[in-house]
């Protein structure tokens, strides 16, 4: 049972380039999120999915789109990568539509 | 002013001893207060989960709420090796993950 599985594990960009983050989970859950993770600044929610077909913006969602392929699978997408993104980012997933339960193990994307 | 306060450590504590893990928090509307634990180079993993004010104890670990003090606290009791990790706190106001905030974390490292 892999939980929360994500790819690539580590990226490298330039400025300006564009990106998909890929992310899956095969334990049926109905919500899916999308977090970034910057030193001193605690996880902040970029974008979230409460069931398939739906999407919502979360704290951060700028420079950012994202698509609930089906219910195992929630992406995100940078259109034109900045060096304010460069950061750690995180899929999770939850049952319902509260806390995030399980996370992946991240995406360390750099961009340059 | 954050609206979480998390010390960030690193706590360096010897086996077998208890741990105690702190939040504030300024937003008195909270009412939703969970504790992830993250090993390094790993997504979070979560822990506790408590509504309201009060303990809940599971296994070695209690998580204690005063909502009066806008306080929250995690104990680790006999503390292990494999205790050591980076203690995220996170709460809300409502039961949706788009309005949770997350502590940026506390380093904590359990000497042999």
């Known amino acids: 049972n892999a939980g929360v599985t994500q790819t690539p594990k580590f990226q490298v960009l330039k400025t300006g380039q564009s990106m998909t983050l890929q992310c899956a989970q095969d334990m049926n859950h109905n919500s899916m999120y999308w977090y970034r993770q910057d030193p001193g600044m605690g996880l902040r929610l970029i974008y979230y999915?409460?069931?398939?077909?739906?999407?919502d913006k979360g704290e951060v969602p700028n420079g950012y789109n994202v698509s609930r392929l089906n219910k195992r699978e929630f992406s995100l997408r940078l259109e034109s990568a900045a060096p304010s993104q460069t950061s750690v980012y995180f899929c999770?997933?939850?049952?319902?539509?509260?806390?995030?339960?399980?996370f992946g193990d991240g995406t360390r994307l750099s961009i340059l | 002013q954050k609206e979480v306060e998390q010390d960030p450590g690193p706590l360096s504590v010897p086996e077998g001893a208890i741990v105690s893990l702190n939040c504030t928090y300024s937003n008195s509307a909270f009412q939703y207060f969970m504790w992830y634990r993250q090993y390094s180079r790993k997504g979070p993993e979560l822990l506790m989960y408590t509504y309201s004010s009060g303990n809940k104890e599971d296994g070695r670990f209690t998580a204690q709420v005063d909502k009066s003090s806008k306080y929250i606290s995690l104990f680790i009791r006999d503390s292990q090796p494999s205790d050591s990790a980076t203690y995220l706190c996170a709460m809300s106001a409502g039961s949706s993950a788009s309005k949770i905030i997350f502590g940026s974390g506390t380093r904590l490292s359990i000497r042999p």
């Open positions: 999770a997933s939850s049952i319902g539509g509260g806390q995030p339960q399980h």
């Open positions: 999915s409460a069931s398939e077909g739906t999407t």
